[in-house]
Antibody
Framework: EVQLVESGGGLVQPGGSLRLSCAAS????????MNWVRQAPGKGLEWVSG????????YYADSVKGRFTISRDNSKSTLYLQMNSLRAEDTAVYYC????????WGKGTTVTVSS | EIVMTQSPAALSVSPGERATLSCRAS??????LAWYQQKPGQAPRLLIY???TRATGIPARFSGSGSGTEFTLTISSLQSEDFAVYYC??????????FGQGTKVEIK
């Protein structure tokens, strides 16, 4: 079964950092580009970041550029999102998703930025 | 950046009635348009991709149409489980996905 499982969310103070992980199984992780998508409470879906198959191509929404870093470890079938200088507006559920397989999303991990 | 605009923001429909949701792109996305359904506390569920192809397991009452900049999702006869928020997604210019702001389908 194709599966994505996010982890690493939690409560963090403004200005703090978190690293999210997305563990992939049931498919050849190293063959697919990956995305992070987030959803603030009561709001819509927002693309956050994407990474190419090899990891050489990394792309960010303007709202997180310079603060977030996407990476992947194909040997561990895991996607990461390093989030620094967190702001209240980064509070959201963060989902990982497979770019070429639009039906496959994780269940999400919740990030709350608050003092 | 491609901007996706959905209309209406909310739609009140009686069970058994037809619902028509629209999504407009600020520039052509060809047929690289998907529709998702989301219920509270759940991840989005893919309904339609390629503008008009139903995803695996999606009932035939869901249909999509359009290309270029104008797209429509039609639910032919609303069932109780269809009341949810629906999002369109353009995936024409990866890596930047762009979502519409959503249409909430409510019980009338």
């Amino acid at each position: 079964e194709v599966q994505l499982v996010e982890s690493g969310g939690g409560l963090v103070q403004p200005g703090g950092s978190l690293r999210l992980s997305c563990a992939a199984s049931g498919f050849t992780f190293s063959s697919y580009a990956m995305n992070w998508v987030r959803q603030a409470p009561g709001k819509g879906l927002e693309w956050v970041s994407g990474i190419s198959v090899s990891g050489d191509g990394r792309y960010y929404a303007d709202s997180v550029k310079g603060r977030f870093t996407i990476s992947r470890d194909n040997s561990k079938s895991t996607l990461y999102l390093q989030m620094n200088s967190l702001r209240a507006e980064d509070t959201a559920v963060y989902y990982c998703a497979i770019v070429q397989r639009l039906s496959v999303w994780g269940k999400g991990t919740t990030v709350t930025v608050s003092s | 950046e491609i901007v996706m605009t959905q209309s209406p923001a909310a739609l009140s429909v009686s069970p058994g009635e037809r619902a028509t949701l629209s999504c407009r792109a600020s520039q052509s996305v060809s047929s690289n348009l998907a529709w998702y359904q989301q219920k509270p506390g759940q991840a989005p569920r893919l309904l339609i991709y390629g503008a008009s192809t139903r995803a695996t397991g999606i009932p035939a009452r869901f249909s999509g149409s359009g290309s270029g900049t104008e797209f429509t999702l039609t639910i032919s006869s609303l069932q109780s489980e269809d009341f949810a928020v629906y999002y369109c997604l353009q995936y024409n210019n990866w890596p930047q996905w762009t979502f519409g702001q959503g249409t909430k389908v409510e019980i009338k």
